[in-house]
C-alpha cells in the first residue's frame, strides 16, 4: 500500500501548519493555570499549558510546581490585555468602596456596657445566695 498524501480522501493524518507559541505568563498550580487557560479559551484565545500540568507529585513547590502558559504570537497583545482586565476586576471585587456604609454598631455600646456591668454585679450576688 502507498504511503498516505495530504491529497488522499482515505488519509487519517491532517496536516496542520505549526503555529509560533509565546510564553504568557506563568503561574505556581495546576489548578490555577487552568483556571487561567479557560478564561482565555472562553474569550476565543489558543492557550498552550506547559509546565508541571499533570504532576504526579500531588504537593510540589517552587520551580516543580511552575505551569507556563502560551498562546499563539498575534494573539499575545489581547491575551495580555485579557488577564490584565481579570486582575483589575478582582481587585475591584476585593475593595469594593461602591458598597453603601454599613453601621458600625448594630447593638449600642452602652447596652453591651450595661449587660457586661449587670453580669459582673449579679453572678457573684447569685453565688452567695445560692451558698447560703
Do not use: C, K
Not at 482565555?40 to 492557550?47: A, I, K, M, P, T
Not at 502558559?69 to 497583545?77: G, H, K, N, S, T
Amino acid at each position: 500500500m502507498p504511503p498516505y498524501t495530504a491529497g488522499d480522501a482515505d488519509a487519517a493524518v491532517t496536516l496542520v501548519n505549526p503555529v509560533a507559541m509565546r510564553r504568557l505568563t506563568s503561574v505556581y498550580g495546576s489548578f490555577r493555570a487552568r483556571v487561567m487557560a479557560a478564561r482565555l479559551e472562553s474569550e476565543g484565545f489558543d492557550v498552550e499549558l506547559r509546565g508541571a500540568v499533570d504532576n504526579p507529585y500531588r504537593l510540589t513547590v517552587g520551580e516543580m510546581a511552575r505551569v507556563d502558559l502560551y498562546v499563539p504570537e498575534e494573539q499575545l497583545d489581547d491575551a495580555s490585555l485579557v488577564l490584565l482586565v481579570v486582575e483589575v476586576d478582582e481587585a475591584d471585587e476585593i475593595l469594593d468602596d461602591d458598597r453603601p456604609p454599613v453601621r458600625a454598631h448594630p447593638v449600642p455600646v452602652s447596652w453591651v456596657a450595661a449587660l457586661v456591668l449587670f453580669l459582673l454585679i449579679a453572678g457573684p450576688i447569685a453565688l452567695l445566695v445560692r451558698w447560703y
